[in-house]
Each structure stands twice: as C-alpha cells, then as structure tokens.
C-alpha cells in the first residue's frame, strides 16, 4: 500500500523525508490551514527537483489559474481538491494534470454523489466529515468504505497515527489504494516526527 504524506512546509524536515522515500509528498496550498504551504527561494528548488516521489498540490476552491501557476512552479504530479469542485472543473485540471479529489464522510454519506467525478479524476480520498475545509484528524467509520459501489482507487484519510498499521493492513478493500498521514504524526503543525512515520512505513510494508 502506497504512503503520502501531506502538509509539509519545513525545509529541514521535507529534506528528511526525502530519505525515508514515501510515495506522494503533499504541499498545502490553503491558507487558512496551519499547515499552509509558504514558497521561499530556498524551498522552490530543492521541492522542483526531487523527482522520485509524487508532488501533491492540496486545494480548496482555488482558481485554475492559480493551481496550475502552483503545478509549474513546484514541478507537481497531481492536485488534491478539497472543496467543492466541480465534475467540469476536475475535467480541465486533469487535462494538465493528474486529479485527486476528496470526500468528507458522516455516518450518512451517500457514495453515488462520487459518481459524477469517476471519469474525471485519477483518484478519490475520503477524509472525516467536519464543517471546516481541509483536514480534519479524526478518524471515520472506515467500515462504511465497504458501501463504496465502485471500482475508483483511493486514499484513506482522516487521523491515522503510527498504531494504525496494522488496523489498514487488516481491511479488506478493494479499492483502497493508498493512505493519507498528516497530524497524527507531526511535533508541530508542519512538522513531522521523522521516527514515527519511519516506524509507521516499516510495519506497513511488512
């Protein structure tokens, strides 16, 4: 199972992570996150040039001008959106770009409304539905991705931390595809514990 790993903006810190090689690197392009993504002279190149891991832009009802300013600046694989984009909107990114889209998910969270973006994302992401935009650290009922009608691969957000391992490796989801680790495992907003997630990709890839 693939590992990203959102809301980096610390230099020193993205530089570790670079070592430890997770599969998706992601990059918070909202600002009312604590977690917003602040480009600098020194952080522009050394992001642009790492190319053996995914770069993900994360946004919530950002223009198109301005996530694809973002994609070319940071040399950025995929977007994230997290707000509540449109099935038309997803179409035009993803002629440039490859799609992620979230889904916040309650206790009546209906799966057919995902049914519009199917042919215009390359993924979708379920985090825990809460009224603020953006992550939320805090788990939903997972077991409710067993409602998931279709064959769409995903991410599975919403506050996982290091002893989640092995409850991820023991669902039997076809669809899932990859996780999403954020605040469960960071020091700070923004920066995270490197000997966590080491921990957390060693037992995932056990």
């Given amino acids: 199972m693939l590992i990203k790993i959102c809301g980096l903006n610390n230099l020193e810190n993205i530089e570790e992570l670079n070592l430890l090689q997770p599969d998706f690197m992601g990059f918070i392009f909202y600002q009312k996150s604590k977690r917003f993504f602040i480009k600098d002279a020194e952080i522009i190149p050394f992001i642009r040039n790492i190319n053996n891991i995914n770069k993900v832009g994360v946004f919530v009802n950002e223009g198109y001008t301005e996530i694809m300013q973002e994609v070319k600046d940071l040399n950025l694989q995929f977007v994230q959106l997290h707000g509540n984009e449109t099935p038309e909107f997803c179409d035009q990114l993803q002629k440039e770009v490859k799609v992620i889209k979230a889904f916040r998910i309650d206790d009546n969270f209906d799966f057919k409304i995902t049914e519009p973006y199917l042919e215009v994302c390359d993924y979708f992401l379920f985090d825990c539905f809460t009224e603020a935009y953006g992550g939320s650290g805090k788990k939903f009922n997972w077991n409710q991705l067993e409602e998931f009608p ?3 691969k ?9 002893e989640d391992a092995a409850i991820i490796k023991s669902l039997k989801l076809s669809g899932l595809f990859a996780v999403d680790v954020n605040s469960g495992f960071e020091i700070e907003p923004g920066l995270k514990n490197i000997v966590a997630l080491k921990y957390f990709m060693q037992e995932m890839n056990k």
């Avoid at 995903?154 to 290091?162: E, N, R, T």
């Fill in 154 to 162: 995903y991410f599975l957000s919403g506050g996982i931390g290091p």
């Fill in 150 to 152: 279709y064959s769409k």
